[in-house]
DNA sequence: GATGAATGAGGTTTCATTCAT
DNA sequence: TATGAATGAAACCTCATTCAT
């Protein structure tokens, strides 16, 4: 298993788990997952141990691409309600472009497949994200919340927005906007 | 003359699905849930044409009770504040009270498992809840928002203050009023 | 078991057994059988010992009835031909009123859930039918073929009679008469 | 460069399957079947769709098998009664040679299992035996009789003489020529 | 390394039969 | 006696994983 062949085939069967969980759950068959990413059923167990490992790769995979996502788009210079809006954007785009990796994304969040130390990776890989986020935590402990507070808060009322978003996309960029200003108000 | 069906066992299948769903999630075998209510494997069919209709029926069950509670404690002649306050309580001392249940709602109610017809049952008993919420959805409104960014912004927020006060638990009480409280801000 | 209380309820189910076998096989559930009689799943049983014991009597029944008829339209003091023609036609009628009945019968017929003993009870019911056929038998015998050739091919001829009328019942009578001289030709 | 399919196990499931239907009909469970023929569970799913589409191939197979034969064994330039006469042994000599076969074959064609597109494609490989049986057909037609009847007929009396030569086999040349002429008086 | 046939444990569901009521 | 809930052994089928090629 060592060193991968093919860093295509890898991402090939990736990519295919997200559409094939997107479609069937977590339950969807690696055959299936296998088949989509045009490789025979036993190559997909030449790049991930089981399918278990194949769940916590996805998962940080997504994570990482995401965190530098939102990484490339932040100004670490600029004022936390800059960067705060930075980040709120750059995921809602990030979301709305990629439905399916965030609706996996959260599903695998949520199951209780992805082990610690997988999430301890993913978290590692939030940067600078991290910091403003931590910032904006320090506001919410003033009023005796707790720091997690903020950024929870923050994926809590992003999902709302999306959901909106998804029913009334011509309306989008307002959406983002409102919704942003209801989050910041919010934690201030 | 025969021996009736026992409305007990009836509760036992559908405790026990709880307690598997929430440890194995919606792939939880029915023979596991049948052995943990105490009944044979077969038992569990006489009492639900199927596993899918199991569920449907828990979801339906787990919906019911909850908002029979919500509005036992609401008072539907208090102002719009205090009605919502209500409602943030009754819902966060349920879902703490019985955090298994609230997950595997949460799973359910997110699973393609649940018919549109099930779901609709459930949404007719929501009584005053639904009045309050709809009220409350017309200040967004006021905002550009559309009517259900009230409600779902609070059950998100909700599931924050959950998880923090899952973490604290001796807080609590403080954990809830604030996050409350900035609820109240971002709707307002 | 010994005395049924209700020999209507016997009957019943041996009537709601031709009609679910007719439509699913001899694998028809014995629930289902029960439910069409409108008796319940278990009182079956205390009419039948078991599934097979009930197959069996009404394979036993059906024999009965099937020879009870032939017999009485049959005029014993006649000449062979005039016999065999009569049983020819009795049996028919009986098919073709009932064929149900029939195609129940010849599943039962074939299959290996029928005991041996059983067949011997339905066989020494056949009464002067048999006397017919015996002789017809002793005509085949002189060609050299066993004495059951004649009775055998008696029952595959009209077989074929009834498939015939059954795509055109409209020729019925003509399909009869002319089948029945095809059949006499060959075991003359 | 995987492991082949191979032809030699499929044709071992299918002969199993002639041997556990015979046995048990058409209910024999596909894990004997499987494990008859010497392979896993799981297996014979890698060969077949479901049970039905084993059935159903299998029919097919068996009707395939004898048709080949039938039509080998015929001289297509000989007169009516001559290939009449070779269809009539090489029948009778493949369902005595394969009893086992042929009562399958017979349990199929009865069930609804076999589905109609099946049954055409059975039927297209009946090739210079239908011509026989059609020519044959006529005959009776001027009897009044409608063209199936004659190889309706042949099916029945060859049931007839098989019945006969298998509680007699030593008198089976005899018994095979005397029904031969008894169906062909009826048919004549 | 890549393939896909082979495996068999495990999942859902059916059903003949028993037995408490 | 009549009832139908309870039982659990099978039945069919799926699927993660292994391994011969």
Redesign the pocket.
């Known amino acids: 298993?060592a060193r991968m062949?093919?860093p295509e085939?890898r991402k090939a069967l990736l990519e295919a788990a997200v559409l094939e969980i997107d479609a069937s759950g977590l339950?969807a068959?690696?055959?299936r997952i296998a088949s989509r990413a045009g490789?025979?059923?036993?190559?997909l167990?030449?790049y991930f141990a089981?399918?278990?490992a194949l769940l916590n790769e996805l998962y940080l995979e997504l994570k990482i691409e995401l965190y530098q996502r939102l990484n490339a788009e932040l100004d670490p210079k600029a004022g936390l309600k800059v960067r705060t809006r930075q980040i709120w954007f750059s995921f809602l785009n990030w979301a709305i472009e990629y439905p399916q990796k965030r609706k996996v994304s959260l599903q695998l969040h949520m199951s209780n497949l992805i082990a610690s130390n997988t999430r301890d990776q993913a978290a590692a890989k939030s940067g600078a994200v991290a910091a403003a986020l931590s910032e904006l935590g320090e506001c919410a402990a003033k009023r005796g919340l707790p720091a997690e507070f903020a950024s929870s808060s923050m994926g809590a009322m992003q999902e709302v927005a999306m959901d909106l978003i998804a029913k009334q996309p011509e309306r989008r960029e307002q959406l983002e906007r409102e919704a942003f200003e209801a989050f910041w108000r919010a934690v201030q």
Do not use: I, Q
């Open positions: 298993m062949r093919s085939k339950s068959p690696t055959s490789v025979a059923e036993g190559t167990f030449t089981n399918k278990d």
